[in-house]
C-alpha cells in the first residue's frame, strides 16, 4: 500500500508468473495455487492479482511489458519491483529494453539494498535515478527512469514461508479460479 499511495497509482497488477526463467521448475506451486495465494495477501488492497501472461503468451518481462502497452494504449505503466529483484536486474532478458519502455519503482527489501545498489544493472541506471520524493510525478518522466522507494521495512519473504511450511500450497482450495483481468479460467 505505501508504494501505491507513494506513486499515486489507481490500481496494481501484481503478475503471478506461469514460470520465472532465473528459477528451477522443481518444487514450484501450480499456477492456480500460487494465484490464489497472490489474492489472498492482496485481499482489501486495490491490487489485482493476475495470471494474464498465460493468456498472452509471454514468458520474458519484456514481452509481457510490450504486449500489455500495445493491449491497453489507454493505460500508463509502471514497473514494480523489489530490491531482491534489482540485485539481478542485469540477468533479465532486454533489461535496458523493459527500463526504457516504462518508468521502474524499486521497493527497499531487508538485506538486499547495498546489493542492489552495487548490482551491475544499477552501474548503467544510477543516472536515471529520480528522487523519491518526486514519485508521484513518475507519468511525466523521460524514460528511462527510476525511482527507489523506502518504506518501513516488511520483513516476509516468499523463500522463508516456503521453508517454514513446504506445504504451504496444501492451505488454498484447488477450485478453479478466473483471472480478474482476462476473466479466463486459470489451472
Same mark, same amino acid.
Given at each position: ?24 521448475? !522443481? ?6 495455487? $500460487?494465484?490464489?495465494?497472490? /489474492?489472498?495477501? @492482496? *485481499?482489501?488492497? %486495490? +491490487? ?34 523489489? !530490491? ?6 542485469? $540477468?533479465?532478458?532486454?533489461? /535496458?529494453?523493459? @527500463? *526504457?519502455?516504462? %518508468? +521502474? ?83
Amino acid at each position: 500500500m505505501a508504494a501505491i499511495r507513494a506513486l499515486d497509482l489507481d490500481e496494481v497488477w501484481w503478475l503471478v508468473s506461469p514460470g520465472n526463467p532465473l528459477k528451477p521448475v !522443481a518444487g514450484m506451486a501450480p499456477l492456480a495455487i $500460487r494465484l490464489a495465494s497472490a /489474492r489472498a495477501m @492482496a *485481499r482489501g488492497a %486495490p +491490487i489485482r492479482a493476475t495470471a494474464i501472461e498465460t493468456r498472452l503468451g509471454t514468458r520474458y518481462t519484456i514481452d509481457t511489458i510490450s504486449t500489455l502497452i500495445a493491449r491497453y494504449p489507454r493505460r500508463r505503466f509502471v514497473w514494480l519491483m523489489g !530490491a531482491d529483484n534489482l540485485q539481478q536486474f542485469d $540477468r533479465w532478458r532486454d533489461w /535496458r529494453g523493459i @527500463a *526504457r519502455k516504462l %518508468p +521502474i519503482a524499486v521497493i527497499a527489501r531487508p538485506g538486499y539494498d547495498s546489493a542492489a545498489r552495487r548490482a551491475p544493472a544499477m552501474s548503467w541506471l544510477r543516472r536515471f535515478v529520480r528522487p523519491a520524493g518526486q514519485a508521484s510525478d513518475w507519468t511525466g518522466w523521460r524514460l528511462p527512469a527510476l525511482v527507489q522507494l523506502r518504506f518501513r521495512p516488511d520483513p516476509s519473504s516468499a523463500t522463508a514461508q516456503r521453508r517454514r511450511d513446504p506445504d504451504w500450497y496444501a492451505h488454498f482450495p484447488t477450485k478453479a479460479l478466473r483471472d480478474s483481468l482476462t476473466r479466463r479460467p486459470v489451472t
